[in-house]
T-cell receptor, first 112, second 112 residues
């Protein structure tokens, strides 16, 4: 059983560009959450998707948006990239309303 | 003040030692408490999950929650070099796989 998968593994962008990150949840999981982890910090919650709708959102600007597809996979889009957006972006999945979240390996984004 | 405080370490111990990792928090609404282990350049892996106050044991790992003091701990017995990683505490209010609030993580090094 494949766990949570994310693509790409690494990405380099320049300021002002846009980026799309992808996540496939663990089999049987329909809820996907995205987190940003800056170097030396704990993950920060960006938002959560369930039934193709954003269910909850953390303190991130509108430049961060997402989407969930009917097969439960998800995308994270970041527009107008800033240097401070450089981080590890983690996707986590779980069955609906079940506490335990399983994380993918992350996408490491570097903004130059 | 951060909602969850965690000593970043690094913490270095000899193989076989008992390790104590701790977090304090300020939000009394937190009811669900988790410990994740994160190896370098990997996503967090769920180790322990507890609800409300009390102890939970799983093999060499014991999680303790003291809600009256807003303090949680993870004990690792007979520590092994393979335990070398960053340990993140995480907390949630609702227990329904919603937003997790993480500590900054404690880096642990177990030496031979």
């Amino acid at each position: 059983d494949a766990g949570v998968t994310q693509s790409p593994t690494h990405l380099i962008k320049t300021r002002g560009q846009q980026v799309t990150l992808r996540c496939s949840p663990k089999s049987g999981h329909d809820t996907v959450s995205w987190y940003q982890q800056a170097l030396g910090q704990g993950p920060q919650f960006i938002f959560q998707y369930y039934e193709e709708e954003e269910r909850q959102r953390g303190n991130f600007p509108d430049r961060f948006s997402g989407h969930q597809f009917p097969n439960y996979s998800s995308e994270l889009n970041v527009n107008a990239l800033l240097l401070g957006d450089s981080a590890l972006y983690l996707c986590a999945s779980s069955p609906d309303r079940v506490e335990t979240q399983y994380f993918g390996p992350g996408t490491r984004l570097l903004v130059l | 003040q951060k909602e969850v405080e965690q000593d970043p370490g690094p913490l270095s111990v000899p193989e076989g030692a008992i390790v104590s990792l701790n977090c304090t928090y300020s939000n009394s609404a937190f009811q669900y408490f988790m410990w994740y282990r994160q190896y370098s350049r990997k996503g967090p892996e769920l180790l322990m999950y507890t609800y409300s106050s009390g102890n939970k044991e799983d093999g060499r790992f014991t999680a303790q929650v003291d809600k009256s003091s807003k303090y949680i701990s993870l004990f690792i017995r007979d520590s092994q070099p393979s335990d070398s990683a960053t340990y993140l505490c995480a907390m949630d209010v609702t227990g329904t796989a919603s937003k997790l609030t993480f500590g900054t993580g404690t880096r642990l090094q177990v030496t031979l």
